[in-house]
């Protein structure tokens, strides 16, 4: 069972980080041209036109911070998460679902995740392994075999063995 | 978008200094743009270089600012040097011949330069056109006026209010390169002629 169709993914979140890049050089240009035609268009008392132009940069420029550190840095994070995973090795591997985690505080590359705890033995020993995932499985259930196919701890897909 | 918002939340700890400092440096930068592209243009400025042992520079330009306001006439400025100074010669040669547009000097600092260079001669049609006096006196050398007298030695004129005059005959000369005379020196600009009306206006006794 495929849990994050990679390809897809790289390919969509792409798209909409060229999108946002686009939007951006537009508002900016925008912007830009106004402060312009403001500055060279101004009265020789610029007084109010010069407190306008501070007030409506400073808005601007808080919009341009919150959109680079939020909105478009989620993109850019999972754009880039998807890219690497595309061309990455992944992991392949026989572990046993010991808990599903709910707490919604986990990030992995710096994207939110779910984190998922699983065994393995080996050498008759056992061994905890932490996965991630990126999209809710409500069809995991703690206790199942699954063969995971990971990229760095990610889990793309699965395969319930028992 | 919610992932944003989340994303936003965490950055902010981190980021909040850059929301008080660029819009703080782009406001500087505002304000220099504006008062860059708010700088008077070069026919709306003339400077006066003055040689004389004081100048109450402020209230000078202002006279003559608040008297041609309405014909366009934006930033009076002023150059003052001692004929005393040593550096007298280079500040005049320097500040003045570059970007003065008036000269008001003294007949010692005149004879100790070749007014030809710089000074704009006073042919009979520019005479008749911007010298108000009936009978002026002029600065002459080699036959050709460069100056019209505006306060002779040892009598009061309107401006002793503003200039510390040396104890001589005080000239009013025009630069030949200010674009501020019109068509009368080396510029055909008819309209801008701002430097023209301070130099009639200074020969009225302030009227």
Redesign the interface.
């Known amino acids: 069972m495929e849990v994050i169709d990679v390809k897809i993914e790289a390919k969509k979140y792409q798209t909409l980080q060229k999108r946002y890049w686009v939007v951006f050089v537009i508002v900016l240009a925008l912007f830009l041209g106004a402060l312009t035609l403001v500055v060279v268009y101004s009265p020789a008392n610029y007084g109010v036109a010069l407190w306008l132009s501070i007030i409506f940069s400073t808005l601007f420029i808080w919009g341009v911070l919150y959109f680079f550190s939020g909105p478009y840095q989620a993109v850019a994070k999972r754009s880039r998460f998807y890219s690497q995973a595309l061309q990455g090795l992944k992991s392949e591997e026989e572990v046993v679902l010991v808990s599903i985690g709910i707490d919604e505080g986990t990030s992995k590359e710096g994207i939110p995740a779910t984190l998922l705890t699983a065994s393995f033995q080996e050498n008759g020993k056992v061994y905890y392994r932490t996965l991630y995932l990126f999209f809710p499985v409500p069809a995991l259930k703690v206790g199942e075999r699954i063969r995971a196919t990971s990229f760095a701890s990610v889990l793309l897909s699965y395969e319930v063995l028992s | 978008?919610k992932?944003?918002?989340?994303?936003?939340k965490k950055?902010?700890a981190y980021?909040w200094p850059?929301?008080l400092l660029?819009?703080l440096f782009?406001?500087f930068a505002?304000?220099y743009?504006?008062s860059i592209?708010?700088q008077p243009s070069i026919y709306e400025k003339i400077n006066i270089f003055v040689a004389s042992t004081s100048l109450k520079s402020e209230g000078f330009c202002k006279d003559i600012q608040n008297r041609f306001k309405d014909e366009g006439l934006?930033e009076v400025t002023t150059a003052q040097c001692n004929p005393s100074d040593k550096v007298f010669s280079e500040k005049l040669q320097v500040v003045g011949y570059e970007s003065s547009d008036i000269f008001l000097l003294p007949r010692s600092a005149l004879d100790g330069i070749v007014p030809g260079d710089i000074m704009l001669p006073f042919s009979s049609d520019f005479s008749s056109a911007y010298v108000i006096e009936k009978t002026p006196i002029y600065y002459v050398r080699d036959n050709v006026n460069f100056g019209i007298e505006i306060r002779p030695k040892g009598q009061a004129s309107w401006l002793d209010a503003y200039v510390g005059f040396l104890d001589e005959d005080y000239f009013l000369c025009l630069n030949s390169t200010s674009k501020n005379i019109g068509k009368s020196g080396l510029y055909d600009n008819p309209e801008y002629d701002l430097a023209l009306q301070s130099f009639m206006y200074l020969q009225e006794d302030g009227q």
Do not use: T
């Open positions: 978008m992932e944003g918002r989340k994303f936003f950055n902010l980021d850059l929301y660029l819009p782009f406001s505002l304000s743009l504006f592209a708010h934006k």
